[in-house]
């Protein structure tokens, strides 16, 4: 998906320095089924969604760039780019079963569901990305149809959130809000891995264990503090109906 992003973007390129018109999503989508594709023959073993998804990306950079909201849309660099693909569903090419999932070209994973959807979701699309210590995690994308009744705003759900410098934040009501402690604990875990890493030779098998059991204490630690976050704003929002915060 990063090759045919960056070819793509060389198309794009130059058909803009010579003057030339844009080429428009479906055209780009054309344009890489019948050239990229018969320069390059591999990609015709990739899902053909997951080059489509990559090719829109692009031109969605497009749109704020011609709207002066944003520079020219870069190139994205091996080492440093998300390494995801999205794909679309089409004739069953994507399930979910009770600890697995089906995908394109790669049928039926072992995988640990974390939500399971209603019998009225439909599902859409799926996004896989693989993490810095190799572990890879998929994302689901479903459409529903909820109603949902305006909150009636009075003053005893109402809450104003300030910035708190050693925390996350005081509230109105005077009740302030701190970080978990196990945060520290997994810093410290997190300091001692980088430490470790900093001794080991640069691209030697035991740097690269190393960075491996580094990245897993850095998405720990995401985790962590996402789970927090999650768990937070919900227990806020159940609470109140209007939520003032402060901006920084």
């Keep these: 998906c990063r090759f045919v992003y960056n070819q793509m973007l060389d198309v794009q390129k130059e058909r803009h320095e010579n003057g030339e018109k844009h080429l428009s999503k479906t055209k780009a989508n054309t344009y890489c089924n019948q050239h990229l594709k018969k320069k390059y023959p591999f990609l015709k073993e990739v899902d053909k969604f997951a080059l ?3 090719i829109y990306h692009l031109e969605d950079g497009y749109d704020p760039f011609f709207k002066h909201l944003s520079r020219f849309p870069k190139y994205k660099c091996k080492h440093k780019a998300k390494r995801s693909y999205t794909t ?41 990305t693989q993490n810095r210590d190799d572990s890879y995690q998929v994302s689901i994308l479903f459409a529903y149809e909820e109603s949902i009744s305006p909150a009636v705003v009075t003053k005893e759900t109402t809450i104003g959130l300030d910035y708190k410098s050693d925390g996350l934040y005081v509230s109105s009501e005077g009740d302030t809000c701190g970080m978990p402690h196990y945060f520290r604990q997994s810093a410290d875990k997190l300091a001692k891995a980088q430490r470790k890493l900093r001794h080991k030779t640069i691209g030697s098998k ?17 985790n962590q503090r996402k789970d927090f976050l999650q768990k937070k704003s919900t227990e806020i929002a159940n609470q109140y109906s209007f939520v003032c915060v402060e901006d920084l």
């Design 52 to 54: 489509t998804n990559a």
């Design 88 to 128: 679309n569903i089409t004739n069953g090419n994507i399930e979910i079963s009770d600890n697995s999932i089906k995908l394109p070209k790669l049928g039926w994973v072992k995988a640990k569901i974390h939500h399971r959807p209603k019998e009225d979701w439909k599902l859409k699309s799926a996004t896989v």
């Design 206 to 222: 035991n740097y690269n264990k190393q960075q491996k059991r580094t990245a897993k204490i850095h998405r720990h630690i995401a």
